[in-house]
């Protein structure tokens, strides 16, 4: 009985919900159909509704469906964010560069570098961490005190470029540290 209350009181969506694929399925839920706005005329009145139309037409098939992430699956490089002429503007152009140098060295994006010859032994990649500092962490001194808790110097976090990126979460970004 509390089920059917709750599905009754709070509209489709729960119910179809509660009730399960038999009943309703997410295709045909009124909020997953595209629509078209019509204005009709009556004498001095004027109805404006929403009328139900069919789906659009299909996405483009990509190029390489078997992608495992969208920048694979549509065989973008990383390197076009890179380059300056790869179709951003020059402010986005320049957070996208910061953003993928960050991601290599932490190591998240793949090697494409050619393999050295035989015997050539490469020089030692310094191991950054993977938390946006700026500087590898045996380059940093433990900070004993910095001040008190009100007045506290803290150390900054991140480039400088990303500091007026957009925030979708709801706590503010944390630059210093």
């Not at 996208?96 to 393999?115: D, F, I, S, T, W």
């Not at 490469?122 to 940093?140: C, E, G, V």
């Not at 803290?154 to 979460?169: K, T």
Request: net charge positive.
């Amino acid at each position: 009985a509390a089920f059917e209350a709750l599905g009754s009181g709070c509209g489709q969506l729960p119910h179809g919900l509660l009730a399960g694929p038999a009943a309703t399925s997410w295709s045909q839920l009124p909020a997953r159909r595209f629509r078209a706005v019509v204005e009709i005329q009556e004498g001095k009145t004027t109805i404006i509704e929403g009328r139900i139309t069919a789906t659009p037409k299909e996405s483009p098939n990509p190029p390489n469906p078997s992608g495992q992430c969208p920048i694979c699956h549509w065989n973008l490089n990383h390197n076009q964010f890179i380059q300056p002429h790869g179709g951003l503007c020059r402010e986005e152009h320049c957070k996208m560069e910061e953003c993928v140098k960050m991601a290599y060295q932490a190591g998240l994006l793949p090697n494409h570098r050619p393999q050295l010859p035989e015997g050539v032994v490469p020089k030692s990649k310094p191991q950054l961490n993977q938390y946006l500092m700026r500087w590898a962490p045996h380059s940093l001194r433990p900070i004993y005190i910095k001040g008190l808790p009100w007045n506290r110097v803290l150390m900054a976090l991140g480039s400088p470029l990303l500091r007026d990126n957009v925030c979708y979460s709801r706590t503010p970004w944390k630059l210093y540290h």
